[in-house]
Nanobody
């Protein structure tokens, strides 16, 4: 079993920046994938960015060039740095992990981009 805890959401003005962090605990195996998804009101949950244990990354087209993802394998943490935020980035952001074939989700953290 794995437990994911997010932090770092909040309210930011358009053009601003935020950093989300997620800490994983429990029985964590090598070769896992960590990342972030988001869900806006009335929309489906969508991929934001993922990073493999080897450092490979994948980003949604809508965030490329604005968001970066990083991880600390020793601490089992993943971070999402969000720059040049837009109102359309407003959503609940969920930490995500695929560990030994099982998918885990955090509880979500709200990000609101508004003036």
């Amino acid at each position: 079993q794995v437990h994911l805890v997010e932090s770092g959401g909040g309210l930011v003005q358009p053009g601003g920046s935020l950093r989300l962090s997620c800490a994983a605990s429990g029985s964590i195996f090598s070769g896992n994938v960590m990342g972030w998804y988001r869900q806006a009101p009335g929309k489906q949950r969508e991929l934001v960015a993922i990073i493999t244990s080897g450092g490979g990354t994948n980003f949604a087209d809508s965030v490329k060039g604005r968001f970066t993802i990083s991880r600390d394998g020793a601490k089992n943490t993943v971070s999402l740095r969000m720059n040049s935020l837009k109102p359309e980035d407003t959503a609940v952001y969920y930490c995500h992990m695929i560990n030994s074939g099982t998918t885990y989700w955090g509880q979500g953290t709200q990000v609101t981009v508004s003036s």
